[in-house]
């Protein structure tokens, strides 16, 4: 039996203000047990929660990233449920009106792209941890996380595959992380996600009935864990079974997911609205200011790059992969003052190819051997490589000159920051180049001297062309740039050698 995967994820984000969702408390990852704390976090009696604008400025700034639709009117709601590491006994969160609604997001694969439609993200706060490792005859628990702020992102169920579903997780991440809302990380739990999966039989309608899958800390386990989750529910199936609504927990040691409650045991979570927290009223000048803030999407600076600069699906990836690169690129471009269409392939291959190679191969270490470099370590300026770029287009130099020449400049500019400014002004671009001596003859005065020696010294190859054996060309080029020491202007040889041998 042919059967068809969907998957809808919720992800709890954890939001990067300093203090927490409701009180004053610190956030910060990995400090001493229970010592962010105050009575709020703490569920005492008799105090009040404040909401956190920072939160909420952030949730707005998601959502808007994500093509959500902000509430104007917010609500927060009690969620009741027993458990050690929730202080109040219930958790404060958003039920039926939550901030951001009907949004979507855009997935690559493999050239193809689709939409992931977001159903709801809302506001709310985490609970605390309980810890048993190492412990011996009780459980402890730390509160420091109780009352961290989350933003909780769930999508429609519109994944097909375990990659459509990493990918979406990756996007999801990569905006959030570029928006500067939360720092994304899995294994602190700043970034976790829960997959709901069911099968349908191929073509069917209606939806099977879904399994919630939790417990997963790193991108590859989520994979595994779908992965594994469509063999059992495929073999339920198949053996006439039916498969149980039930939430699952990923065991990492034993790679396969097992009971964790069944629907019957499911929470009757009693939501109704905080009477301690009034109504939150968004304005639409705080969404239209965020709005315009907003810093460019990786997805966005993507299209725009093949659009602006007339890039291939594949470079424009590469370069928008790395803020750091994009913004290299596009300064490069800017300073070779020519058209973007016209020039950014050539400086996208300068740039992913030549210069990307040299900072991976890297910089001498101590010890001899080689450390790699980021792009804002690199030794060439965006400014000398579009200098280097214009020398080429202008036919100065050739296009294995100006290799030589970056080149040079990283194997010379570790040593010369120890030396004096007389050796570094000869590692300008133009330095570089006068010193090796790397001036394209492109003048016709000097390459048609060449081309005439040269045809003189070979009066037999000469008639061997003129017979119509049309090869020679190649071998009398060859020789012209020979004579030249690789200095003549190959187009201008090329174009000159014709003209003389045709007249
Ligand atoms: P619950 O009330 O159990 O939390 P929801 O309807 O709120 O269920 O959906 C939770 C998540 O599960 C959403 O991301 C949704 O897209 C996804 N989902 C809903 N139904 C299915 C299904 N049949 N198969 C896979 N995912 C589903
Ligand atoms: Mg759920
Ligand atoms: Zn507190």
Known sequence: MAYEVVIGLEVHAQLLTASKMFCGCGTVFGAAPNSQTCPVCLGMPGVLPVINRKAVEFAVRAGLALHCA??????????????PDLPKGYQISQYELPICEHGWLE?????TSKRVRIRRAHLEED???NLHAGIVG????????????LLEIVTEPDMSSPDEAVAYLKALRDILVSQKVCDGNMEEGSFRCEP???????????????????NINSFKFVK??????????????????KVAQETRLWDTEK???AVMRSKEEAHDYRYFTDPDLVPLRITTEMVEETRKALPELSAAKHKRFMEEYGLSDYDAGVLTAEKDLAGYFETVTRKTECSPKEIGKEVSNWVTVELLGLLH??????????????IGQSPVSPQELAELLVMKRRGEISGPAAKLVLEEKFSTHYVSASQTTSVEALQTIYGIVQRKNLVQISDEAAIEKIIDEVMAKNPQQLAQYRSGKEAVFGFLVGQVMKSSGGKANPAKVNELLKRKLSA
């Open 127 to 129: 609970a605390g941890k």
């Open 255 to 257: 790679s396969e997911t």
């Open 138 to 149: 009780a459980s402890h628990v730390d509160l420091n996380r109780a009352g961290t702020p």
């Open 70 to 83: 902000i509430a104007p009117m917010n609500r927060f709601a009690r969620k009741h449920y027993f458990y």
């Open 361 to 374: 191969k890297g910089k001498p270490k101590a010890d001899g051997s080689m450390e790699p470099l980021t």
């Open 196 to 214: 709901n999966l069911s099968l349908r039989p191929a073509g069917a309608k209606e939806f099977g009935t879904k399994v919630e899958l939790k």
């Open 107 to 111: 997935i690559g694969q493999n050239g």
């Open 224 to 241: 595994a864990a779908m992965e594994y989750e469509i063999k059992r529910q495929a073999k339920v199936l198949n053996e006439g079974g």
